[in-house]
Structure formats: structure tokens, C-alpha cells
């Protein structure tokens, strides 16, 4: 569906063959099945421990780090300039969301490197990327993100940390952040902290915030951590999941760190850092969504409880398999639906990454333009899914679901923080409705609403598409009509785009699944009509695809209906009153 021959072909990506991304995709999967997936559960129940001299994590995540790096894995997509291989994005995610499914937690320590090595190769100097990029890339040392604060979360603009010149050129930096996820292990001898922080006489908001570079160890003369920085971790957050994954508060007493990009522009700097780890987010929602439905399908064929309404399906047995009631196909499917269609839009978003980093001229502009559109939906839309999808998973367990040995909740867990970190539900959605959309006169979803509309006009006489290209061409008619009645009564009242923004942002991506389910069919069916042996694979897209329309398609209804409904009896309420 997504071309990628053609893709990687025109990004001159030439190494990028099917033999080569067969071979990644084969040995990636090997690993994450033999060694991350067994240590999964025992890595949940076992959990970080916290010292004085550090952070010990669960037993076998060291050694399957050591592994993983010497596997060549997170130099995959590095720039080969750096001592990395070249490849494209869009294949490292595939990389992603298989180690995701296997052990979310593992995957967060290496998965965080990725946006502290992007902020270096697009803002660092040609030292910092010297002093940095060869170990991040190499995995030999590992990054992170250190933003927020104990009194500010999404909005930077009142953090304290500060930033004082030294007189060899460096900074002391001085605060201390919060959940700051793998901000202290035992996997590497070096963590390597972005840090926003002010400087002196800076600006007050997020106009006075710059960034910098403040590794856990000074690198030597010869580049290897060296003497301790003034930075430790106090404490690590005792949380509802992720528990093999440190989360920290970290602790900067004038630790020695160095400005990456202009002053008071770190803000700028550090957006390079979040678009990466926002679809790394969206990952998770689709993990889950995956890993959920894995186990829910295996329990669903073998657990026996109650007849078929329509008549035994296993007489032989003392009960007919759970997967034959409609209910349990209800949540299998919508399992189901959720993470292929989520799989296909976070695949695209990552070609368009591709091309950002390696196109030219217009189609690299209209890719950026793209991605920074997708970027909110997939946080966002994904992972609320994808908590969903989890939760299903659970319920088709029963009783067994809640238990631990089932591995079920333990999903459920993990999965509730991806619809916090990186921007809740809610900022993202004031970020697609109010900054993307509005703010660009509706440019952006109009170059999006335009690609849907190509793809019906072009299928409109493909009698098997019919039925899904008229629900399709429908929904994306009322999504611009919603969207300027939004901004209209915006003009009178700014409350309005707050109070529609999340029925906005999932009503926005129900249909982009529906747009994705659409192309799958289209290529499915036309797969079929050829005579394709693989029956049961294409017949079962097609399927699936149906109950998505049918079935959960329909909730765009009720989302327009309360975007329709105002602010009005959200504000009317005073807040003296809520307790009453």
C-alpha cells in the first residue's frame, strides 16, 4: 500500500532492498521474541532500585542492552557521517513498534537516545557532535530529555533551572526536573541530559529558555566518560507501570553543561527533539493495541465457556471456544482495526519523515508540512486507541485478565502514561486545532482533505469500494464544514476551541483511519481479483475494514455532535459550585 520500493528509490535510499529490510525485519523480530519478551513480566514485577550509587535496573536488561548494541540496532538510521548505517527512518520504526510489543519499558532506554541524537546532528556543533553523537549513535552511551519541572509541565514557560556562564566558555546548570524517563541506569557508563534552562537576564516565558548539553560524566581527552558531572538522580517515581524503566528526578548542583543553538531559542531547538519522540509515542498506543490482541486471540481460541447462540460449534467439548460470541468478536475486531490501521498511519508519518530528511524543495516542504499535521493525531488519537485496544484485551480475559501471570494488565499499565508523556490528549489537541489548523487558515488540513478527496475521486467507480468511499467522501466533506464552524465561533469566543479540541482531534482521526482502511482495501481487493494464494490474509484486511466502518466509524457522529454543542454548560458552572 505504502510503495516503499518506490519510496526508498526516490530517496535515494538504494541499500534499502526487500532481501535487506526482510533480513532487518526477521532478526529484529528474533531478538525481541528470544531475549526482550521473556524478561517483560519479570522485568514489571521486579522494577528499578534506587541507591546512592545509582540506578540498578530489572535483572537481564543490561545484558540485552549489551546484545542490542552489539547487534549494530541503534545506528540503524543514524547518518553514516557519524559512524551510523544510513537507513532510512521509516524502517527503524518497524524496529520500534516490534520492541515496543515485546517490552515497552526495555525499549524506552535506548528509544530516548533517538531524540537527544536528532537535537545534536540538527543544532550541536560540530565538537558537540563529535564529543556526542559517535557513543548515542553507537549506543555506547545513552540520552534524554530533562524538561519538566515540579511546578511545570507542559508549560515551560515558568520553569526555574538555571544556567550560569562559566569562564571557560561552558554553563553551571542549576534545578531540578521531573519524570525524566531512563535519567539514571546501569546499561552505559554515560547518560547524555538535554536540559532546557535559563539563562541570566533572559527573557520571562518560553521567549527566555535555551538548551544545552549536560552529560552525566565529563568526556576525557579521549572522549570516554571521565570524571562525574554534578548531576544525580534523588529519587525514582514509584508509578502505575513502566516500572523496569527508571523514571527519575534529577538533580543538576552546577553541573557542567554547553548551549546547543542560539540563546533563549532553546524552545526551537528542542522541537526537533519532540516531533521525533511524539511518533515514538504513537508507537506505544499501536504496541499495545498489538501485543492486547496477540493475547486476547491465542485465549480466545482455546478458552471454552458457554454454546454459540446459532448452535454448538465444538460438540465434541463441554463448551464451544469464546471466540465464536459476538461480543468477544466485537472486541477482538476492534483490537484488531486499531492496530493495523494504526500501523499504516504511523508508517506513512514515518515516510514523511523520510522525506523531510532526505527530500528536496516542494516535496520536502509539503512532507514537513504534512508530518507536522499527522504529528498531534498520532500522539494523540493513537495512543487513546490504543489504551482502548488494551483494555479489550483485558476484558476478553475475564477474571484472568486481572490477574498479573496473564500479562494482560500489565498492558493496561504500561499503556496508561502514553497518553501523558510528550504533550497530554488535550495539549495535543489544542496543537492540532488551534496551531495547525486555525492558525494556518485551515492550509493544513486542507492539504490533507485534498489527498482523501484524490483518492475518492480516482476510486468513486470501483464497485467493491463503493460502500467505503461514500462514508469516506461524506465524513470528509463535514470535516472542513466542522472546522470553520469552530473557527467562527472562535472569533466571538476562544473557550470554543478549547472546549472542541479533543471531540476535534478523535473525530479527526477516526477518519484518517478510515482513510487508511480505504487504501488497504483498494490494494486487498485488487490482490484478490488477481488470484492471489494468500486468500485469507487480503479476504480478512477486507473484512476487518467493514466492521471498522460499520462499527467504529460511527463515533465520528457523536464526537461532531458535542463539537456542535459549545462551551456553553462546560463554563456555565462556577467553580465554587463543582462540590455541590
Known sequence: MLDSEQHYQNIGATDATPDMIDAIVAEGAKFCEEVLAPINQSGDQEGCTWSEDGVKTPTGFKEAYQQYVEGGWPSMNAPVEHGGQGLPESINIILSEMVGTANWAWGMYPGLSHGARATLEEHGTPEQQETYLTKLISGEWTGTMCLTEPQCGSDLGILTTKAEPNADGSYAITGTKIFISAGEHDMVDNIVHIVLARLPGAPEGTKGISLFVVPKCL??????????????????????????????????????????????????????????????????????????????????????????????????????????????????????????????????????????????????????????????????????????????????????????????????????????????????????????????????????????????????????????????????????????????????????????????????????????WAQMVKVAQEKLDAGTTETGFYTAKVQTAQFYFDRILPRTAAHAQMIAAGSDSMMAIDEENFAF
Open 219 to 516: 568526556p576525557d581527552a579521549n572522549g570516554e566518560a571521565g570524571e562525574r558531572n554534578a548531576v544525580s538522580c534523588g529519587s525514582i517515581e514509584h508509578k502505575m507501570g513502566i516500572h523496569g524503566n527508571s523514571t527519575c528526578v534529577m538533580n543538576f548542583d552546577g553541573a557542567k553543561g554547553w548551549l546547543i543553538g542560539p540563546e533563549n531559542k532553546g524552545l526551537n531547538c528542542m522541537f526537533t527533539f519532540m516531533n521525533v519522540a511524539r511518533i515514538g509515542t504513537s508507537i506505544q498506543g499501536l504496541a499495545a493495541a498489538e501485543g492486547s490482541f496477540q493475547g486476547a486471540l491465542t485465549y480466545a481460541k482455546d478458552r471454552l465457556a458457554m454454546r454459540s447462540l446459532t448452535g454448538p460449534k465444538n460438540p465434541e467439548g463441554k463448551a464451544d471456544q469464546i471466540i465464536v460470541h459476538p461480543d468477544v468478536r466485537r472486541m477482538l475486531l476492534t483490537q484488531k482495526a486499531i492496530a493495523e490501521g494504526s500501523r499504516a498511519m504511523i508508517y506513512y508519518a514515518a515516510q514523511q519523515a523520510d522525506l523531510v530528511a532526505h527530500g528536496e524543495g516542494e516535496d520536502q516542504k509539503a512532507a514537513d508540512e504534512m508530518l507536522g499535521f499527522l504529528t498531534p493525531i498520532l500522539k494523540a488519537f493513537c495512543t487513546e486507541a490504543g489504551f482502548e485496544a488494551a483494555n479489550h484485551g483485558l476484558q476478553v480475559f475475564g477474571g484472568h485478565g486481572f490477574i498479573a501471570e496473564w500479562g494482560m494488565e500489565q498492558i493496561v499499565r504500561d499503556t496508561r502514561i502514553a497518553l501523558l508523556y510528550e504533550g497530554t490528549t488535550g495539549i495535543q489537541a489544542l496543537d492540532l486545532l488551534g496551531r495547525k489548523i486555525l492558525m494556518s487558515q485551515g492550509a493544513s488540513l486542507r492539504n490533507f482533505t485534498k489527498q482523501v478527496h484524490k483518492f475518492c475521486q480516482a476510486n468513486e467507480g470501483n464497485e467493491a469500494l463503493k460502500p467505503f468511499i461514500e462514508k469516506l467522501t461524506t465524513l470528509n466533506k463535514e470535516w472542513g464544514d466542522i472546522t470553520m464552524k469552530v473557527g467562527m465561533n472562535a472569533m466571538k469566543n476562544r473557550d470554543e476551541v478549547g472546549a472542541a479540541s479533543v471531540d476535534f482531534l478523535m473525530y479527526s482521526g477516526y477518519v484518517c483511519l478510515a482513510y487508511f
